[in-house]
Protein backbone atom coordinates (compact mmCIF):
# COMPACT_ATOMS: atom_id res chain seq x y z
CA UNK A 1 0.00 0.00 0.00
CA UNK A 2 1.35 3.30 -1.05
CA UNK A 3 1.97 5.06 2.22
CA UNK A 4 0.22 8.82 2.86
CA UNK A 5 -1.48 10.67 5.31
CA UNK A 6 -4.70 8.40 5.05
CA UNK A 7 -2.87 5.72 5.80
CA UNK A 8 -1.97 4.50 9.44
CA UNK A 9 -0.02 2.11 11.68
CA UNK A 10 -0.77 0.53 14.77
CA UNK A 11 1.54 1.16 17.53
CA UNK A 12 0.74 -0.42 20.94
CA UNK A 13 -0.39 1.67 24.25
CA UNK A 14 0.28 1.55 27.39
CA UNK A 15 -2.22 -0.48 29.53
CA UNK A 16 -5.26 1.09 30.77
CA UNK A 17 -8.15 -0.05 33.03
CA UNK A 18 -11.61 0.86 33.89
CA UNK A 19 -13.35 0.28 36.90
CA UNK A 20 -14.39 -3.13 37.86
CA UNK A 21 -18.76 -2.12 37.65
CA UNK A 22 -18.20 -1.12 33.76
CA UNK A 23 -16.19 -4.01 32.77
CA UNK A 24 -18.19 -6.65 30.86
CA UNK A 25 -17.31 -10.24 29.23
CA UNK A 26 -16.88 -8.82 25.70
CA UNK A 27 -13.78 -9.56 24.40
CA UNK A 28 -13.47 -5.96 23.55
CA UNK A 29 -13.47 -4.51 26.56
CA UNK A 30 -10.41 -2.34 28.37
CA UNK A 31 -9.86 -4.45 31.52
CA UNK A 32 -6.64 -4.02 34.02
CA UNK A 33 -3.58 -4.90 32.54
CA UNK A 34 -4.81 -5.54 29.08
CA UNK A 35 -3.01 -3.31 26.42
CA UNK A 36 -4.94 -1.30 23.99
CA UNK A 37 -4.31 -0.18 20.26
CA UNK A 38 -4.12 3.13 19.18
CA UNK A 39 -3.92 4.56 15.65
CA UNK A 40 -1.41 7.56 14.74
CA UNK A 41 -0.12 8.56 11.16
CA UNK A 42 2.53 7.11 9.05
CA UNK A 43 5.72 9.41 8.84
CA UNK A 44 8.99 9.40 6.85
CA UNK A 45 10.37 7.82 10.08
CA UNK A 46 8.28 4.42 9.43
CA UNK A 47 10.74 4.00 7.14
CA UNK A 48 13.90 3.17 9.31
CA UNK A 49 13.52 -0.27 10.38
CA UNK A 50 13.97 -1.19 6.56
CA UNK A 51 17.15 1.93 6.70
CA UNK A 52 18.74 1.01 9.96
CA UNK A 53 22.61 1.68 9.23
CA UNK A 54 21.60 5.54 7.81
CA UNK A 55 22.58 8.21 10.27
CA UNK A 56 19.64 10.35 10.10
CA UNK A 57 20.15 13.92 11.30
CA UNK A 58 16.67 15.98 13.82
CA UNK A 59 16.61 18.40 11.11
CA UNK A 60 17.08 18.64 7.45
CA UNK A 61 20.90 18.94 6.85
CA UNK A 62 22.04 22.42 5.46
CA UNK A 63 22.83 22.69 1.79
CA UNK A 64 26.72 23.92 1.17
CA UNK A 65 29.13 24.93 -1.39
CA UNK A 66 32.14 23.20 -1.36
CA UNK A 67 35.06 24.46 -3.58
CA UNK A 68 37.43 21.19 -4.45
CA UNK A 69 41.34 21.76 -3.32
CA UNK A 70 41.90 18.01 -3.09
CA UNK A 71 40.23 15.41 -5.43
CA UNK A 72 39.49 11.91 -3.80
CA UNK A 73 42.71 9.96 -4.20
CA UNK A 74 45.32 12.61 -4.24
CA UNK A 75 48.84 12.07 -1.72
CA UNK A 76 48.87 15.73 -1.83
CA UNK A 77 47.53 18.28 0.73
CA UNK A 78 46.89 21.72 -0.13
CA UNK A 79 45.93 24.70 1.46
CA UNK A 80 42.41 27.05 -0.04
CA UNK A 81 45.69 29.49 -1.27
CA UNK A 82 46.64 25.90 -3.33
CA UNK A 83 50.10 25.85 -1.50
CA UNK A 84 51.51 22.53 -0.96
CA UNK A 85 51.05 21.82 2.94
CA UNK A 86 52.03 18.34 3.59
CA UNK A 87 52.34 15.28 0.80
CA UNK A 88 50.60 12.40 3.05
CA UNK A 89 51.83 8.65 2.70
CA UNK A 90 48.28 7.32 1.76
CA UNK A 91 46.24 8.92 -0.57
CA UNK A 92 43.14 10.77 0.50
CA UNK A 93 40.13 8.34 0.50
CA UNK A 94 37.74 11.78 0.17
CA UNK A 95 37.57 14.97 -1.95
CA UNK A 96 38.78 17.72 0.12
CA UNK A 97 37.66 21.14 0.00
CA UNK A 98 36.27 24.53 2.00
CA UNK A 99 33.46 26.55 1.88
CA UNK A 100 34.61 30.07 0.76
CA UNK A 101 31.06 31.74 3.08
CA UNK A 102 32.57 30.67 6.24
CA UNK A 103 35.61 31.50 8.13
CA UNK A 104 36.68 28.45 10.08
CA UNK A 105 38.69 28.78 13.58
CA UNK A 106 41.87 28.75 12.38
CA UNK A 107 41.10 31.85 10.16
CA UNK A 108 40.70 30.28 6.64
CA UNK A 109 37.94 28.96 4.62
CA UNK A 110 35.72 26.33 6.67
CA UNK A 111 36.86 22.77 5.85
CA UNK A 112 34.69 20.22 4.28
CA UNK A 113 35.13 16.50 2.90
CA UNK A 114 32.67 15.81 -0.27
CA UNK A 115 31.92 11.67 -0.33
CA UNK A 116 31.32 9.83 -3.47
CA UNK A 117 33.23 9.55 -6.54
CA UNK A 118 36.39 11.59 -7.30
CA UNK A 119 35.74 15.64 -8.20
CA UNK A 120 38.41 17.73 -10.28
CA UNK A 121 40.14 20.56 -7.94
CA UNK A 122 38.61 23.22 -8.55
CA UNK A 123 35.25 22.27 -9.37
CA UNK A 124 31.76 23.91 -7.03
CA UNK A 125 29.52 21.13 -5.76
CA UNK A 126 26.72 21.81 -3.95
CA UNK A 127 25.88 19.40 -1.34
CA UNK A 128 24.13 18.15 2.31
CA UNK A 129 26.09 18.52 5.13
CA UNK A 130 25.26 15.47 7.48
CA UNK A 131 27.89 16.04 10.30
CA UNK A 132 31.18 17.89 11.61
CA UNK A 133 34.12 16.34 12.98
CA UNK A 134 35.98 18.55 15.36
CA UNK A 135 39.67 19.37 16.23
CA UNK A 136 41.58 21.09 18.80
CA UNK A 137 45.43 22.03 17.57
CA UNK A 138 47.71 24.55 19.74
CA UNK A 139 44.99 26.13 21.48
CA UNK A 140 42.88 26.03 18.30
CA UNK A 141 39.35 24.64 17.45
CA UNK A 142 38.40 23.82 13.99
CA UNK A 143 35.50 22.13 12.42
CA UNK A 144 35.95 20.12 9.13
CA UNK A 145 32.20 19.33 7.53
CA UNK A 146 31.31 16.02 6.36
CA UNK A 147 29.51 16.21 3.35
CA UNK A 148 27.60 14.00 0.67
CA UNK A 149 24.83 14.04 -2.57
CA UNK A 150 23.02 11.06 -0.25
CA UNK A 151 22.42 10.45 3.58
CA UNK A 152 26.01 8.48 5.03
CA UNK A 153 25.68 5.53 6.71
CA UNK A 154 26.95 4.35 10.01
CA UNK A 155 29.88 2.28 8.05
CA UNK A 156 30.91 5.99 6.26
CA UNK A 157 30.59 7.43 9.61
CA UNK A 158 33.18 5.00 11.53
CA UNK A 159 35.51 5.04 8.63
CA UNK A 160 35.41 8.64 8.54
CA UNK A 161 36.55 9.01 12.48
CA UNK A 162 39.32 6.34 11.53
CA UNK A 163 40.23 8.46 8.46
CA UNK A 164 40.64 11.71 10.91
CA UNK A 165 42.23 9.78 13.97
CA UNK A 166 44.96 8.71 11.34
CA UNK A 167 45.36 12.23 9.77
CA UNK A 168 45.61 13.81 13.33
CA UNK A 169 48.17 11.54 14.04
CA UNK A 170 50.02 12.17 11.01
CA UNK A 171 49.67 15.39 11.55
CA UNK A 172 51.25 15.36 14.87
CA UNK A 173 54.55 13.95 13.33
CA UNK A 174 54.44 16.38 11.10
CA UNK A 175 54.22 19.60 13.71
CA UNK A 176 57.04 17.58 15.37
CA UNK A 177 59.38 17.60 12.46
CA UNK A 178 58.05 21.30 11.90
CA UNK A 179 59.31 21.64 15.44
CA UNK A 180 55.98 23.14 16.05
CA UNK A 181 54.28 22.59 19.73
CA UNK A 182 51.12 21.74 20.97
CA UNK A 183 48.36 18.97 21.09
CA UNK A 184 46.53 17.71 18.01
CA UNK A 185 43.55 15.86 19.26
CA UNK A 186 40.45 14.39 16.96
CA UNK A 187 37.26 16.03 19.07
CA UNK A 188 35.15 13.48 17.65
CA UNK A 189 31.99 13.68 15.92
CA UNK A 190 29.53 16.61 15.83
CA UNK A 191 26.17 18.32 14.48
CA UNK A 192 27.20 20.24 10.82
CA UNK A 193 24.76 23.31 11.65
CA UNK A 194 26.55 24.07 15.16
CA UNK A 195 29.29 23.83 13.49
CA UNK A 196 28.32 26.49 10.69
CA UNK A 197 26.93 28.53 13.61
CA UNK A 198 30.47 28.61 15.15
CA UNK A 199 32.06 29.23 11.98
CA UNK A 200 32.17 33.40 10.52
CA UNK A 201 30.17 34.34 7.58
CA UNK A 202 32.61 36.10 4.72
CA UNK A 203 31.14 39.95 4.52
Not at 30 to 40: D, F, M
Not at 117 to 124: Q, T, W
Request: positive net charge; aromatic residues 8%.
Amino acid sequence: MTPGLATFRTILSPSCSIPANQQSGRSNACTVGKPIHRLRPWTERDRLPAMTNVVIPPNPPPSVEVVIEISRGSFLKRGSSGQVDFVSPVPCPYNYGSIHQYIGGEGDFLDAIVLGPCLAVGSKVRVNAYGAVGFSERSKYEDKLICAAKPINSHDRRNILLFFKLYVFLKGLLNVVRGHGGRSHCEGWGDASAAIARARPVK
